[in-house]
């Protein structure tokens, strides 16, 4: 897994490669843990590269998801391959977090 940054003005949007699972997650976890993340307005996940996400990976994006709600941080997810967002679909995650198809439509948000 290789988590890319980039940062405008009050958003960070991760750019997420290879497979998010055990492993992997911790890195995920350590990234969205910095105090600092919590200056942006948005955070915004590109999915594209994403090829698989296990309940590990997953369960880091649930455990930060009230955080940033309570701090007013927008949670975005975009260009979600099929198969991962059927994943989200699967366990319900879809109506708790949101997930757009392309970074315009996050960015607009």
Known sequence: MKITQQSTENTLTLSLDGELDASSSVVLDTELSKPEILHNHKVLVN???LNYIS???LG???SHLQRFQDAGVKLV?????EK???VFEILGLDSLMTIVPSEAEATAI
């Not at 997810?77 to 391959?81: A, G, L, R």
């Open 47 to 49: 999915c594209q590269k």
């Open 55 to 57: 309940s590990a990976g």
């Open 60 to 62: 880091v994006f649930i």
């Open 77 to 81: 997810f975009f260009n979600m391959q």
């Open 84 to 86: 991962v967002h059927n």
